[in-house]
């Protein structure tokens, strides 16, 4: 075992000294020690049954013989922060929530890992963590919220975003607004559309990193806790027969993942996390991969945010089993090892169609033809970019830009109903770097669906969108404002022309022709954990890792340094 190196023999007495202070006994310190990470915190519902859950894991690993060590790692709400400041600590955390859970568990020497996630961010950083350490493990998500009511209708937190540019647009009064408010958030669970905590969570389910319908089941369910106990008896499996977490994640699994993500027409966010999650694991997954998979796969789940169910709506239909067995049907996935210890095509056999479910369909008779992502190039995007398609049929787009340098000054335009529809918004200075962050765009994004727009304007920026967001949106683009990129030199007025067929994003003003115009908010900060991020984080591009040095330079030779100078 690896906890021997801390608690074998006379030299590690002063290491037992110490586990024997926290009530663990002789025969507990002989056992296998396994972490049982999980992310509880009560600032939002995303995470406030971790705690419950994991007394569950542990239970589990000690009925299959295992002594289970609790830790617990941060979390960032995304439905907190956004369109705040806060934000910009979103994407950093996923770092910082991998480097704990890899930090905890390598300096203690366990044998094992289950972690519990919720949150957007906590959901690949589980991933990353295991694919680091490559121990025996596996993860559970916390389970969606049930949805909200208001009117008679479900309701989520998109909902209320969008409620707040109805408001601003006069389509609503202040009192119901605030009714929207108090009723979208019944309790616990992640935000219940197929957003980006339940698009990962789907994710790490095909992966094979989350046993096949346990991630489905909701938080407040009673099954819930089932599941939990469930997962830490099958970390002991996976201990005793020597399985790690990197036989799982392989090229196959990673693509299985975002076929599964592309026929929800899940989170954007999706394609971040999985090509984060392959360096992590050493496999070579490009982002151009995302293109292809998505011309190949339909949207087969009438899923929020361009849909019309929820998370709890598609497992009740059938779930993850029954979205498998589909894709399955049409050749678009491959039988994997998973941590449940039968492959995915064995668990996919069982699947069970409830009847008369309207949110998962057939691949011959799907809700969309053509899957939620594309990538495209471009003179704005020469390293890539990220369009959305969920919400919308349309592949072309032509328009004048409305330039604004950071997300704040956008927000202050969109209230003040400057935005006309034919226009191309351009939020640039938010990528990882300018941001320094990448914050999401929800509050832009919604409250111009909230005044009617949403089907009349585009927007594209360097920074990324909340699985919240739906219509005309690219994002991603690379290189940033903030490293030199094209969209530092777009001005006003200038024409944008977004064709997701041709994989184009495209100006014709001279940009080679003029200095960036790009001029940051704020300073960016000198130090603490932002700064350490902008310092040292990979471009969108591939991940928005740290840890994995690249060059970042632009024609110019412009790099971080130089940004931070100014």
């Not at 926290?22 to 995303?46: E, F, M, Q, R, Y």
């Not at 025996?136 to 916390?142: A, I």
């Not at 090509?275 to 949207?299: M, Q, Y």
């Not at 409830?354 to 033809?369: E, L, N, S, W």
Request: hydrophobic share 40%.
């Amino acid at each position: 075992m690896k906890s021997d190196a801390i608690k074998t023999g006379p030299d590690r007495a002063p290491a037992r000294a110490m586990l024997r202070a926290t009530g663990l006994d002789d025969a507990a310190i002989n056992k296998p020690l396994i972490a049982v990470v999980h992310n509880w915190s009560d600032v939002s519902p995303c995470n406030l049954n971790h705690r419950e859950l994991a007394a569950e894991v542990r239970a589990g690993v000690e009925a299959a013989g295992g002594t289970p060590i609790e830790f617990n790692t941060i979390a960032v709400t995304d439905g907190i922060a956004m369109g705040s400041p806060g934000m910009r600590a979103s994407l950093a955390s996923r770092e910082l929530i991998a480097d704990s859970i890899e930090l905890a568990v390598r300096g203690h020497c366990l044998d094992g890992v289950v972690v519990i996630c919720g949150c957007d961010k906590t959901i690949p950083a589980a991933a990353m963590a295991l694919a680091r350490l490559d121990l025996p493990g596996l993860m559970l998500y916390g389970g969606s919220i049930l949805p909200g009511c208001h009117k008679g209708q479900n309701t989520t937190i998109q909902d209320v975003f969008e409620a707040v540019g109805a408001h601003a647009a006069g389509k609503i009064s202040a009192e119901e607004l605030g009714e929207i408010e108090k009723t979208a958030c019944p309790g616990a669970g992640a935000c219940g559309g197929q957003f980006t905590a339940n698009t990962m969570a789907l994710a790490s389910t095909f992966l094979g990193l989350a046993p096949m319908g346990l991630n489905d089941i909701p938080a407040p369910d009673p099954a819930k806790k089932a599941a939990a106990r469930a997962c830490g008896e099958r970390v002991m499996a996976l201990l005793k027969d020597g399985i790690s977490a990197r036989s799982f994640i392989t090229r196959e699994a990673i693509r299985n993942a975002a076929v599964a993500v592309t026929a929800t027409a899940g989170s954007t966010n999706a394609i971040l996390h999985l090509l984060a999650i392959a360096r992590e694991a050493g496999i070579d997954f490009n982002i151009d991969a995302f293109d292809s998979i998505s011309r190949e796969t339909p949207v087969i789940a009438d899923l929020k945010p361009g849909g019309r169910y929820m998370a709890p709506d598609m497992y009740l239909a059938g779930g993850s089993k029954l979205l498998g067995a589909r894709l399955r049907q049409a050749g678009l996935i491959v039988d994997q090892p998973t941590v449940s210890g039968n492959s995915l095509f064995s668990e996919i056999d069982s699947a069970e169609e409830r009847d008369g479910q309207k949110v998962i369909y057939h691949c011959d008779a799907p809700v969309k033809g053509r899957g939620g992502f594309g990538i495209l190039y471009g003179n704005l995007a020469p390293e890539g970019c990220v369009v959305k398609l969920a919400g919308h049929n349309a592949l072309r787009f032509e328009g004048p830009a409305r330039v604004f340098d950071g997300e704040d000054a956008c927000f202050a335009a969109v209230q003040r109903r400057e935005i006309q529809a034919g226009d191309v918004v351009v939020i640039r200075g938010e990528g990882p770097v300018g941001g320094p962050g990448m914050r999401e765009m929800l509050a832009v994004t919604a409250a111009l669906v909230g005044q009617g727009l949403g089907g009349e304007i585009a927007l594209i920026t360097d920074g990324r969108f909340s699985g919240a967001t739906y219509g005309f949106m690219v994002g991603h683009i690379c290189p940033e404002a903030a490293l030199g990129g094209p969209i530092g030199r777009l001005q006003t007025g200038d024409r944008i022309v977004i064709d997701v067929e041709a994989r184009s994003l495209s100006t014709d003003a001279p940009l080679d022709r003029r200095a960036p115009s790009w001029d940051p908010p704020e300073a960016p900060p000198r130090s603490g954990a932002l700064a350490k991020f902008a310092a040292t984080v990979s471009s969108a591009s591939t991940g928005a890792c740290t840890g994995f040095p690249e060059p970042r330079a632009d024609a110019e030779g412009t790099r971080f340094d130089s940004f931070v100078a100014h």
